[in-house]
């Protein structure tokens, strides 16, 4: 049984940092590519970073480009997102999931490609 559990979320002012964790098991994490997306309320699901099974290559939303970086730890089995100068509309709930495809050497970005998601993480960022 695969499961992903998020950790990090939190409240923060504009401008602050926080860095969410997502501990993996039950499948080869190594084998597979990971995402970490966002939703705010009433609003859609949304792309945030991934990173490849190798840490080749990343991807990031425009939205996020230059204040986020992921990272993954394959021997802890877990994903990292490191979140900086953090704006308000940053606020939503953060999702990690697992590419449904092992050894993919490109990242993908849409959710139709993870297959497995965690229960998600509340981050608020102040005004």
């Known amino acids: 049984q695969v499961q992903l559990v998020e950790s990090g979320g939190g409240l923060v002012q504009a401008g602050g940092s926080l860095r969410l964790s997502c501990a993996c098991s039950?499948?080869?994490?190594?084998?597979?590519?990971m995402g970490w997306f966002r939703q705010a309320p009433g609003k859609e699901r949304e792309f945030v970073a991934a990173?490849?099974?190798?840490?080749?290559?990343?991807a990031y939303a425009d939205s996020v480009k230059g204040r986020f970086t992921i990272s993954r730890d394959n021997a802890k089995n877990t994903v990292y997102l490191q979140m900086t100068s953090l704006k308000p509309e940053d606020t939503a709930v953060y999702y990690c999931a697992e590419d449904r495809i092992p050894y993919r050497i490109v990242v993908v970005t849409t959710t139709q490609e993870y297959d497995y998601w965690g229960q998600g993480t509340q981050v608020t960022v102040s005004s």
């Open positions: 039950g499948r080869a994490f190594s084998r597979y590519a």
């Open positions: 990173i490849t099974w190798s840490r080749s290559s990343t």
